[in-house]
């Protein structure tokens, strides 16, 4: 394995678990900090895209010595088709994830939205958005948990 998968690994291990500690809140022993379906079902996906991804890119890099992401860039524009598929993953990926991740996240209190856009330069887009969308769904069980703050009029 190159060098360069080892350390995107473990920035994107580093990222995971930045996301994890920065919203520990959210995993705590309450009604929220249990699993639901969804959620569930979002991390699986996550997981499963995760590992594909890292297949397939440790594939790449042992098949091409000039593996990098410039190269990578430019083999996504290898024909019409993924001509069009890879617009729209970097338009994805570096423009609307992190527009979405960091705004939504805001309003809806997640600690350090950004984290997400990080995470996905160094897992995936995939995996980074089922974060993500796990991270909302124990977000909105929070919020619901948590009692009403007094309010004064």
Do not use: C
Not at 17 to 43: D, I, K, P, T, W
Not at 113 to 122: D, E, K, N, R
Request: hydrophobic share 50%; proline share 3%; glycine share 6%.
């Amino acid at each position: 394995m190159t060098a360069s998968l080892v350390e995107f690994g473990i920035l994107g291990i580093l990222s995971t678990a930045f996301a994890f500690g920065v919203n520990r809140r959210l995993f705590s022993g309450r009604q929220s900090g249990r699993l639901s379906l969804l959620e569930g079902l979002f991390y699986l996906f996550g997981l499963v895209s995760l590992g594909l991804g890292w297949y397939f890119n440790v594939r790449y890099t042992h098949a091409d010595p000039h593996a990098s992401y410039i190269n990578y860039t430019k083999a996504l524009f290898s024909n019409w088709a993924s001509d069009s598929a890879a617009q729209d993953y970097i338009m994805v990926n570096l423009v609307l994830l992190p527009l979405w991740t960091i705004i939504d996240g805001r309003r809806r209190s997640i600690r350090v939205p950004w984290i997400f856009f990080v995470m996905s330069l160094f897992t995936s887009l995939a995996f980074s958005m089922a974060l993500y969308l796990a991270f909302v769904e124990r977000q909105i069980r929070y919020n619901r948990d948590e009692p009403a703050s007094s309010s004064t009029a």
